[in-house]
């Protein structure tokens, strides 16, 4: 199976649990009073598992102030389940989040990323030195010039399986543009190894600096 088949059968099996998650991805029949009741009861159960097992490096608020760990507020559901299961079916690789998706059945999936989708974004802290605005100017235009803004949007919010990187840690958009280029990140298509294979590293460097300090409009 070639590298883009196998990102594609990857993608339908993300899309295969996504689409069976819930209210978010399907329309449901009205429930009694007593059923609704029970059916939040899971959604709790999440929350508490999310406050014992994920927030001690992704912060309670889904803020993260560990290097190198993603900032999960504001992230998508869809795009949650996505990399939950390509830790669990060993095609990402972090020995901290694949010791801990291997336990993950298909339910558990699901309502990991359903609460991670509940998770309102939060402000990156200020920045230890002023922002440099020649760079900030250049990474503005290589996003429009590489189309980043073609698939995480103006607001750079992302949507569905595309991750929002407004305000993300600039650390781990670092990281994650250099191993799409090389090659060791995964995606969820070939589109991102694609989109940065031709970009040079000191602007996939700008481009994390640029989306990492990026305010989007009010309420994005």
Known sequence: MGRRAAGL???????????????????????KPAAAASAAAPAADYAQRFASL??????????????????????????????????????????AMTAVAKTLKDDDLRGFSTFIGTLPPVPPPAPATPTDNARMTK???LAQQHKCLFCHGADLAGGQQVPRIAGQREDYLQ?????????????????????VSQIPIEDLDVLAYYASRFTPPAGK
């Open 9 to 31: 059968a990857l993608g339908t099996a993300a899309l295969a649990l996504a689409v069976t998650a819930g209210p978010a991805h399907a329309q449901v029949k009205p429930k």
């Open 139 to 141: 990474g503005q235009a």
């Open 175 to 195: 990281m994650s543009l250099r191993g799409f280029k090389t090659g060791t990140r995964p995606g969820y298509t070939m589109a991102m190894t694609e989109a």
């Open 54 to 95: 994920c927030a001690a490096c992704h912060g309670a608020n889904g803020r993260s102030d560990m290097t190198g760990t993603p900032a999960l507020a504001g992230q998508h559901s869809f795009y949650a389940i996505t990399q939950l299961f390509l830790f669990r079916e060993g095609r990402r690789s972090n020995e």
